[in-house]
Structures are given as C-alpha cells and as structure tokens.
C-alpha cells in the first residue's frame, strides 16, 4: 500500500516555543492530507483537512492561529503548533488518502515541559 | 454532530476465543471502515463496508454493515496474541467527513 511519512517521531519541547510537524506522501500526491489528534486510550479526533494550494479547514474547536497548517505541494503538509503549552502534549497523527482508503503516518508524540 | 460509538471500551480474552466489537453510528452513513492500531502503533487501514447488510471476511475476521447502514460489527474468530491492538470503526456521515468511533481494545493472553 501507499506510504505516508511523518517527522518527527517524538519531540520534547520548551513551553512558549513552536514545533513544525512534516508528513509526507512517499508514493502518491495527495491533495487532501488530515491532521488528527489523539490522546492515550483515546479515539483520532480529525483537527484540519490540509489542502494544496489553498487553506486548511479546522474543525470545531481547533483554532487556526494556534494550529498552523501549510501544504506547499502535492506530497508535503506541515502541523506547526506554535506557542506550544504543556496542554498541546499529545500524540499528533496525519493521514492522506488513495481511493477510499487512508494512510497514516506513524505520528509524532508532543511533550511540552 | 456525528458521533460514532464502540462497545465495549476493552476486552480481555484468552488466546483462542472469539472477540467481537460493535459501532454504532447517531447518523447514516455512506460507508464504514475499519482500522487496527497496535500499541505504540498508527492505525492501519483493514476493510471498507459500502452496501447495507454487506458482510465481508479477511481469514479470521468477518465485518458486517447494518441494514440501516448506521451500524457495524467485526468479529475475530479464534483470537491470536498477534490480534492484540484497538480496532476502529470509522464511517462517513453526510458532510463527507470520516469521523472515528471509540475504539475497543482487545488484550488476548496464552
């Protein structure tokens, strides 16, 4: 299947500082990729639909300023969580889609100190 | 909103014995999926249900889609300690959007 990379794959951060995510479509172009967030023992919560060229769509809740969501090209997305606090730590995770089906990336464990 | 539903939250078997987890969605929905996380893991793609009353099988595992297409079930047959993880529904509502169930977390011992 089609293979979604995401770096880092764990940070440990300074409260107050901004921390850029990367997920990439290895094998495909994705216009669309999703940004979720997920807490231990918890469900995928979908943040944002990054599209190409254009800006993302937050979902409810989520706000935009605080999750900056770039997607340059076909097979490149970037999560930037900027002024991270120690409330931001969590498991980061992005998808992209072929067909009906989802790819994810392995995720990015967030520690905010 | 749409909110998709999973029970029970976490089951513990025996290896050998069966296990099954049921999604249930407050809206109908176009098409279920579902996905296996391992611990320390993402969730990795296992089977899209389309059709009302679908039932398809992957070896041991068998999915079906309700009849009013806003409920699904997946059934492991014999369970192995390889079956270890959470399994998620995930359907798409009428605004397009995939929006993932609870999770069961399925733990099999020897």
């Known amino acids: 299947g089609a293979v979604v990379s995401q770096h880092p794959s764990r940070v440990i951060c300074k409260s107050g500082t901004s921390v850029k995510i990367e997920c990439r479509s290895l094998?495909?172009?994705?216009?669309?990729m999703f940004w979720y967030r997920q807490f231990p023992k918890q469900s995928l919560m979908l943040m944002a639909t990054s599209n190409e060229g254009s800006k993302a769509t937050y979902e409810q809740g989520v706000e935009k300023d605080k999750f900056l969501i770039n997607h340059a090209s076909l097979t490149l997305s970037t999560l930037t969580v900027t002024s991270a606090h120690p409330e931001d730590s969590s498991f980061y995770i992005c998808?992209?889609?072929?067909?009906?089906?989802?790819?994810f990336g392995s995720g990015t464990q967030l520690s905010v100190l | 909103g749409q909110q998709v539903m999973q029970i029970p939250q976490y089951q513990h078997v025996q290896e050998g014995e069966d296990f099954t987890t049921y999604c249930n969605s407050s809206t109908t929905l176009s098409n279920i999926q579902w996905y296996k996380q391992r611990p320390g893991g993402h969730p990795v793609f296992l089977i899209q249900?389309?059709?009302?009353?679908e039932v398809k099988k992957q070896k041991r595992l068998t999915f079906q889609f309700g009849e009013a297409k806003k409920n699904s079930s997946l059934h492991i047959t014999a369970t192995q300690t390889t079956d270890v993880g959470t399994y998620f529904c995930?359907?798409?509502?009428?605004?397009?959007?995939?929006?993932f169930g609870t999770g069961t977390r399925l733990q099999v011992t020897l």
């Open positions: 998808s992209a889609g072929q067909g009906s089906e989802l790819f």
């Open positions: 995930a359907g798409t509502g009428t605004a397009s959007k995939l929006t």
């Open positions: 094998d495909f172009q994705a216009t669309t």
């Open positions: 249900l389309v059709k009302s009353g």
